[in-house]
T-cell receptor, first 116, second 115 residues
Framework: SAVISQKPSRDICQRGTSLTIQCQVDSQVTMMFWYRQQPGQSLTLIATANQGSEATYESGFVIDKFPISRPNLTFSTLTVSNMSPEDSSIYLC?????????????FGPGTRLLVL | SQQGEEDPQALSIQEGENATMNCSYKTSINNLQWYRQNSGRGLVHLILIRSNEREKHSGRLRVTLDTSKKSSSLLITASRAADTASYFCATAPNGGGTSYGKLTFGQGTILTVHP
């Protein structure tokens, strides 16, 4: 199983600022994903972090607001830009291994963000 | 968009009782995965069931899948206070390409087990 760590675990930010969340996986993985969980809600996929190319965003999410990097097969960052209180959520990184090898998707511990 | 629906939304039981949670989905799937989340923390993977499987067991967990009804259930037997958490089902779509690996989550069931 993959072990995923995220930094920071939580933060309190002022509106208008940006926060970059880091995700580290303990092994090389094909796919990395970023999810958002708004208070009391389920998880929604923000984007797929592609290694060596731009991230692929889901409907309702745009690169200007949530720029993503994935410089290698074990690391990705998500930036929440120009934050507003509506961005207060838990942000979770997820990974999946090689196609045909592992179907299980693992999640990091999440980053709890509060925007004032 | 969330295609999964879970019921009940909340379940309260006594220690030792069994807990059953249900999940329904709308599109064709490759597999369905169940997760547990404690108090807004990260998700812990519980069990994965493939579309060609009907039942799977892991310890005190039993998962069933009925692809004709597009539904799944998670049974926790002999529940413990430590099982108190939110439980989510998530479906992985069929096919590859841009849909590969994207999970769609249900709304979750909040389980409370009283000691």
């Amino acid at each position: 199983s993959a072990v995923i760590s995220q930094k920071p675990s939580r933060d309190i930010c002022q509106r208008g600022t940006s926060l970059t969340i880091q995700c580290q996986v303990d092994s090389q993985v094909t796919m990395m994903f970023w999810y958002r969980q708004q208070p009391g809600q389920s998880l929604t996929l923000i984007a797929t972090a592609n290694q060596g190319s731009e991230a692929t965003y889901e409907s309702g999410f745009v690169i200007d607001k949530f720029p993503i990097s994935r410089p290698n097969l074990t690391f990705s960052t998500l930036t929440v830009s120009n934050m507003s209180p509506e961005d207060s959520s838990i942000y979770l990184c997820s990974s999946r291994g090689l196609a045909g090898v592992s179907e299980t998707q693992y999640f990091g511990p999440g980053t709890r963000l509060l925007v004032l | 968009s969330q295609q999964g629906e879970e019921d009940p939304q909340a379940l309260s039981i006594q220690e030792g009782e069994n807990a059953t949670m249900n999940c329904s989905y709308k599109t064709s799937i490759n597999n369905l995965q169940w997760y547990r989340q404690n108090s807004g923390r990260g998700l812990v993977h519980l069990i994965l069931i493939r579309s060609n499987e009907r039942e799977k067991h892991s310890g005190r967990l039993r998962v069933t899948l009925d692809t004709s009804k597009k539904s799944s259930s998670l049974l926790i037997t002999a529940s413990r206070a430590a099982d108190t958490a939110s439980y989510f089902c998530a479906t992985a779509p069929n096919g590859g390409g841009t849909s590969y690996g994207k999970l769609t989550f249900g709304q979750g069931t909040i389980l409370t087990v009283h000691p």
